[in-house]
Every structure is written in C-alpha cells, then in structure tokens.
C-alpha cells in the first residue's frame, strides 16, 4: 500500500512523565510521497497552572519564552487537532515521529484526551503510524548502506539519536529539539534514505497500517527482525507463528535459528513458558501489528550472511512453521491465556485507556463543548457527563476558559487540584525537587544559555509557589 500523504510531528514538553508532562511547543510537517515540503504548522502554549516544568526538559528544549505565552493549552490542542483532520480529511496520512510509541505520540494522546478530543486521530479512519525510531533499528541492521550510522564514543556501539544521526549525515543540527526542526530532519532523512534504498522505504510506508502489515506477513520468505539495544545490534530471522485470539493486534514470531522440529515437539506447557518469557533468546518473540515492527524482509537484507545459517534453510524452516496450523493454534492460544496486570489508576490523567471508549452520548456532547463558545452552554454540556474521566477534564477546561463564571462546585475542585499538584510532591513531579535541582544544575552549567534557562525556570516556578 502506498501514501502520498505523510505528516511527520514532534513534540517539546515539561518534562518525560507520559501522564502529567505538558507539551509546549508541537511542530507538523506534511509532505507527498517525494518528500516534497506541501504545508508546515508550528504551535506552542503556555504552561497549565498545575504542570511542573523540569529543569533538564527545559535545557533541552530552551522553550522559556512559553512562560509568558498568550496561547492556552487548549487552544493549542485544538489548532493540532483542528490542523491534522484537514490534512486528512481528503486522503488517510501516514503519521510520522521518532521515538513516537513510546512518547510523542503517547503525549499527544493524553493532551487529546484532557481536552475532550477524539484520541485515536493517528491511527483510525485509514490513517497509519511509523515510529522511524523503529524503522532505524531495521537499517542499522538490515540495510546500513542507506544511511550513515554513527557510533557511539568512537564504536563498537552505534548511536540512534536523531540529533546523531542528522549531524552524521551533514544536516546542521544548531535547532536541534525544536519541534519543527526535528521534523524537518527526519524529513530530510527519509529523502536521504529513499535515494540510496526506495525499496527500504517503501516497505516501511505500506506497513505503517494494520492492513498494510498483515498483507506483508502473508507473504512467501522470513523477516530479519531487529533491535537496538544499549547502543548494541541485536538481528534475528523471523516468522509470523500466531496472533492472539482474543487481542489481534498482538503477533507471534518464531526465531528461525531454532530448528522448529525441536519446538514442535514440546509441551504445550513449554510452548506457554516461551510465551510468557521476555528473554533474547527465546525461540517465540512478541510484538504489536498496530505499531511500527522493526521488521524487514528477507529480500532487503543487503548482507546474505548475516545469519549463522543459510537463506535457503531459514527459507525452509520458515515452510515448516507456516506449514503447521497445530502449532500455530497453541501459540496462538497461549497468547491469549496470557494475564496482562495493568496497574490501577490512581489520577484521571493515567485512567486514559483504564475506563474505554467515551458512550455515543457522551461523545456527541464533548463535540458539542467544541462547538459552542458560551459559559451557560458549555456548563450545561458539561453538568450531563456521565464519564467522570471527561467530565472532570471539561471542568478544568471550564475554569480556565471562564474563570469568572465557572460555578462554585467546579472552581473548588480546580483549586485543590492546582494546590496538590504545585505543594505536594507526586509522579508530576515537586516545585521543591525542581528549585533543587536547579541549583545543583546553575553549579553545574558552563554556559549563560543554559544559566539563562535555569533562572527563567525557577522564577517560573517562584510564581507558581505565589499564585
């Protein structure tokens, strides 16, 4: 499946915690499939009133100017979100970021969701997901003539920091973490990557959907499957044995460089153990269709000797497991069987995939919060959610849309969270550890940038102590 509609995004935030880090500044690229620069957006807001920034965020992103930004966080949100459905309204995007599934994209996610905006933009209505963190661990191992690769205090190891890489491959890296920056580098180096391997590219862009990675799997041959980790090349020739009955998204791999006979004959109580297990070297390996794979086919892999054994007999042995649906029936059965323990909430804001879907009652009433612009009509819209996860939110977004206005009950409940989260030290983190470290960094720090940053930090957080 091909896309000639790509958004590549990046995000700077308050801080690394998912569930109460702010973004502060969102940056949107959208190109053809050429590469070719067709619209850029690039928006900022200023802080929530209960969000601690922490200091090293700040010296990494250098967005101090948001303190006294005019732009609220809601405002911000719904220009993103306002901006991503026109470009897609015409045709489905491809939604590029790096590092995206395990931050980006999970930020954008939850600042949807505290401003009553549909969650899933990214991955529903046709539209697809690649993590090009992900994409680059297939390189490194799988197709390293693509790109320059850097290592890591002079190798063995490499380094996959987008920052590292950009400077390696001669792109001036001065903006570094500015969010349309960072777009702007992987943009360029997808055009870098597709003049010395289209084919790489291709690939990577049709399996950016659910559709387009299921229609790969099917097909004749193994993939190399990669990892890096600790700055280490970890590669392994793989091939889909089974997917989960009860949760699709979740896939089975079987490491070709066991000889599936000597699994075949285990137990099934064996065949669950391998389930279970996170080793290396584990014969089965776990991973998720609706998320970017580090997978590349056998056809890609430039270097045919990169396994111990041989194309042909991973070729045949990849015959064996396609081959044995009894096989496949247990794994896929003891995928299913599997207990997931997912902690318990403690706050709204980790509660984002704990309490489901909004009811079509309630969703078609946070359409309408967006539609009206009146206190009267946004209260009454507010008073008849039934949710409390998004009935709350609405009424922080009351109290700081309509401070005036917004009924007792709700300015009582806005205070106490603003008072908690500014007094009390918690997973958002303390203004008490933040002014700390400030000062331990201000001892620390050589240049009067970052002194300047530091020092805008804690008079930000002095007026937070006051307010």
Known sequence: MSCNNLIFYDTETSGINKDYSQIFQCGSIRTNASFDVLETHNTHSQPLPWVIPQPRAMLTNKKTFVFNANISHYEMMLDIHRQWRQWTIDEPAIFVTYNGHSFDEELIRRQFYWNLLDIYLTNTNGNGRLDMLLMMHALACFAPSALKIPLFEGGPNISLKLEDIARENGLDTDDAHDAIADCEFMVDLFRKIQAKNP?????????????????????????????????????????????????????????????????????????????????????????????????????????????????????????????????QQTVSQALSDRIFNSKEPNTIEEAIYAGGFPSPSDKSLMDDFHRFASAEERIKIVRNIKDDRFRLFAERLICQLYPNDAPEDMHTRYQELIGSRVSEDGPWGSIEKASTEIEKLLGESASDEEKSILKDTQAYLNSLRQS
Request: net charge negative; aromatic share 14%; glycine share 4%.
């Open 199 to 327: 084919d790489f590219v291709a690939y990577f862009i049709s399996a950016s959907t659910k559709p387009g990675i299921q229609e790969h799997l099917q097909q004749d041959g193994f993939f190399g499957f990669a990892e890096v980790f600790k700055r280490q090349k970890f590669k392994w020739p793989v091939v889909p044995c089974g997917s989960d009955l009860e949760r699709p998204n979740y896939l089975a791999l079987f490491d070709l460089g066991h000889d599936p006979d000597d699994i075949f004959d285990l137990d099934t109580s064996d065949i669950y153990k391998m389930i279970q297990s996170s080793a290396k070297d584990n014969p089965i390996k776990k991973c998720q269709i609706n998320k970017t794979i580090p997978l590349c086919p056998s056809y890609l892999i430039e270097d045919k000797n990169i396994f111990d054994l041989g194309f042909d007999v991973l070729e045949e042995r990849a015959r064996k497991v396609k081959s044995n649906l009894d096989f």
